[in-house]
């Protein structure tokens, strides 16, 4: 600089400036009254020059601005006063204190439990696909799982001022949070948030809770997206194409149920579910299963089964009794009995029914015979001695597999079928060993269990399902037996009764006839 420079200090209300004159121009730089801000006005005479990059960051230094100072805004300002003009610029800026973050609640749970946003289907980024289905916002959790903890506000960040000077921060406010339903605090300073059953977290204002129901007040559609809950659901609408809902806890929707998939450990309740025809309607149930009419889907339910309209074109897996209107066409499987008031349809679609087995063990019985096949072809094309032998022991442990499993009858198995009015045209129905294939129309009322001393079915009068087949078969063999024993009975009487009127004739015929005379004497 200099040594003509002149170098003045003075103090204003709204902050302070600092004057630096030379030959050739003039610089005020003025400091806000917190010292945040150091502007800049530079006039150059007519005849003079500006100061040098270096000259002008001197004087900031020995004004003691050496915070904040903008590299950038140094040289726009001594482009800007040319010789006859002067300029204003923003040359150096303190720096803001950081207000400290607010007490909060940090949650717990494994982001793993939400569904997926994407679903990688290339490797490729741009082939990746958005499931937009997936927009489920709530919080599954289990008992005696920790939703989060409380975390205390932080002190912030200390700012400085152009000058260096410290500038304090303010603290975060802490979190004030109330326990509501089924949660409890826990931890050393009672900040660990804990669910005292299963659920979903809600948060109500400053209060937070665990439910175990979820509503949803309309459709199941893209603005809800699937659902996964640990709780029972209720659904006061439709469920749309293509959408899951998983209730633990238990499922009732209100309306109808498109070609998708519905999951729960509980009882399961809606009107009515189309596949749309291709078998992409899907439910499992570990409960009960209540509706109107089921088409083109596949079930598998661990409870009982009430379907009053009709069941068309299903798969039907079934541990307990069902009971319908019309089952047509597809397969049914039912542990304890099925109950409909027609079988079949009138154009003789095909009907393959299955009462009094356990659906797993038809589906193990499929794949031993399959492995049984197999074990004959590979006999059937080995000349080895030795191999064959192997194969043939195989064979025999293979066979005596597929009779214990044949002869499996668990716990509640109920192999009957009731008919309120008739059976169709190419219905099958499979009960204990026991199989028909209908060729013809059988009216009802009608109870069907099979025959275990003659084979086939045996048909009965109509009975509920909670009378067993067994018991039926046990009676109806016991009654036969009396009334062969009273036939018997009946026919040695007869056969008595005649012996004795042919003994009783006989007598009366000999005492019929006259004394003989006795010979004449010479």
């Not at 289990?142 to 200390?158: M, S, V, Y």
């Amino acid at each position: 600089m200099s040594d003509q420079a002149t170098q003045t200090q003075e103090s204003k209300p709204d902050g302070q400036r600092f004057y630096h004159a030379q030959t050739g121009y003039q610089l005020i730089l003025s400091l806000s009254k917190d010292e945040m801000e150091c502007r800049a006005h530079l006039e150059v005479k007519a005849e003079g020059t500006p100061p040098t990059r270096d000259e002008l960051l001197g004087y900031l230094a020995a004004d003691g601005i050496t915070i904040g100072v903008n590299e950038e805004a140094v040289p726009i300002l001594l482009r800007e006063a040319r010789p006859g003009k002067s300029a204003n610029g923003l040359l150096a800026t303190g720096i803001q204190p950081v207000l400290g973050d607010d007490g909060k609640l940090a949650f717990s749970f494994d982001t793993s439990d939400q569904p997926p946003a994407e679903t990688a289907a290339d490797e490729d980024p741009e082939k990746r696909l958005i499931d937009f289905r997936a927009v489920q916002k709530f919080i599954n959790v289990d008992a005696d799982q920790e939703i989060g903890r409380i975390l205390p506000p932080t002190n912030g960040t200390p700012g400085k001022t152009v000058r260096g000077k410290p500038v304090p921060s303010e603290a975060g406010k802490p979190l004030i949070l109330k326990l509501g339903q089924n949660v409890r605090s826990g931890g050393e300073h009672n900040d660990i948030l804990i669910a005292e059953i299963h659920g979903r977290v809600k948060q109500e204002g400053d209060t937070i809770h665990v439910v175990e129901e979820y509503v949803v007040d309309g459709d199941v559609d893209f603005s809800i997206g699937n659902i996964r809950f640990n709780g029972f659901v209720e659904v006061r609408g439709d469920v749309l194409d293509g959408f899951q809902v998983s209730a633990s806890k238990g499922l009732k929707i209100t309306g109808n149920v498109g070609a998708c998939r519905l999951i729960s450990h509980g009882n399961i309740e809606f009107c009515g579910m189309d596949g749309q025809g291709q078998g992409k309607g899907s439910i499992l149930c570990g409960g009960s299963i209540t509706a109107h009419f089921i088409h083109d889907s596949v079930v598998e339910c661990w409870g009982n089964m009430l379907v009053d309209v009709e069941l068309r074109n299903c798969s039907i897996h079934c541990r307990g009794s069902l009971i319908t209107g019309v089952l047509a066409g597809g397969d049914c499987v039912t542990l304890a009995g099925i109950e409909a008031k027609k079988l079949g349809a009138p154009s003789a679609v095909k009907t393959v029914v299955h009462s009094g087995v356990d659906y797993h063990d038809l589906d193990r019985m499929q794949i031993l015979l399959e492995q049984l096949n197999e074990l004959q072809q590979q006999i059937a094309k080995t000349k080895d001695l030795q191999e064959i032998t192997t194969l043939t022991e195989k064979k025999q442990q293979l066979s005596r597999v597929i009779v214990d499993v044949r002869s499996h009858r668990p716990a509640g198995s109920n192999p009957k079928v009731n008919i309120k009015d008739r059976v169709h045209e190419g219905v099958t129905i499979y009960l204990g060993d026991a199989v028909e294939e209908f060729s013809a129309e059988l009216s009802g009322p009608i109870s069907l269990i099979e025959n275990s001393r003659d084979g086939g079915l045996r048909q009965l009068s109509l009975s509920g399902l909670d009378i067993p087949a067994s018991d039926l078969e046990k009676a109806w063999l016991e009654n036969d037996e009396l009334e062969r024993q009273e036939s018997l009975k009946q026919e040695a009487a007869d056969r008595e009764a005649a012996e004795a009127e042919a003994q009783q004739a006989l007598d009366g015929a000999e005492q019929a006839e006259p004394a003989a005379e006795p010979p004449a004497s010479d």
